[in-house]
T-cell receptor, first 111, second 111 residues
Framework: EAAVTQSPRNKVAVTGGKVTLSCNQT?????MYWYRQDTGHGLRLIHY???????EKGDIPDGYKASRPSQENFSLILELATPSQTSVYFC??????????FGSGTRLTVL | DAKTTQPDSMESTEGETVHLPCSHA???????IYWYRQVPLQGPEYVTH???QNTTNSMAFLAIASDRKSSTLILPHVSLRDAAVYHC????????????FGEGTKLTVSS
């Protein structure tokens, strides 16, 4: 069964601190995605990747970096976290729109 | 990608058949209609998709208007487990899974 695992499930960070959200998939998918979800908005795409070593900007990349060191792992990095980045973050893997699998999300609070 | 319009919310009772509408008046010829659903505290989950013909699977029936400007996701005999936010999304099949999520329709199911 397709699996996408995110860690941590919950994170509290301070303003100006560095935060790294991790995502691991065992689906052997080339493509991976990072979304954020806020009340009043649908999921919004932050960064995505077509394979190891590749990262691409999504619709709202400002304030975020991404890293894809391997097929299985895709990280989202907040170098200088701000309260506006408080949100729920979802990672997904999938090679097509009908094979997109999401993790259970990371709830990030920036104080 | 073309935009979709869905009602913010719908209510139902266990055992009923629910019809979730989606309008996509500017859909292009190569765009498929995808439906995902999201239960609280989880990432979205694929439900079904179609291009022009109605489709059915174990989760739902997708009815697509002949002009493709609207579609309806039909959930037979809903249970409490079907309570979720249902997203109607347009995308190219097999292409990039960079899906654009709106706010979807929140389906409430009462016993």
């Amino acid at each position: 069964e397709a699996a996408v695992t995110q860690s941590p499930r919950n994170k509290v960070a301070v303003t100006g601190g560095k935060v790294t959200l991790s995502c691991n998939q065992t689906n052997n998918h080339n493509n991976m995605y990072w979304y954020r979800q806020d009340t009043g908005h649908g999921l919004r795409l932050i960064h995505y990747s077509y394979g190891a070593g590749s990262t691409e900007k999504g619709d709202i990349p400002d304030g975020y970096k991404a890293s894809r060191p391997s097929q299985e792992n895709f990280s989202l990095i907040l170098e200088l976290a701000t309260p506006s980045q408080t949100s729920v973050y979802f990672c997904a893997s999938g090679n097509s729109a009908e094979t997109l699998y999401f993790g259970s999300g990371t709830r990030l609070t920036v104080l | 990608d073309a935009k979709t319009t869905q009602p913010d919310s719908m209510e139902s009772t266990e055992g009923e058949t629910v019809h979730l509408p989606c309008s996509h008046a500017t859909i292009s010829g190569n765009e498929y209609i995808y439906w995902y659903r999201q239960v609280p505290l989880q990432g979205p989950e694929y439900v079904t998709h179609g291009l022009q013909q109605n489709t059915t699977n174990s989760m739902a029936f997708l009815a697509i208007a002949s002009d493709r400007k609207s579609s309806t996701l039909i959930l037979p005999h809903v249970s409490l487990r079907d309570a979720a936010v249902y997203h109607c999304i347009l995308a190219n099949q097999g292409g990039s899974a960079k899906l654009i999520f709106g706010e979807g329709t929140k389906l409430t199911v009462s016993s």
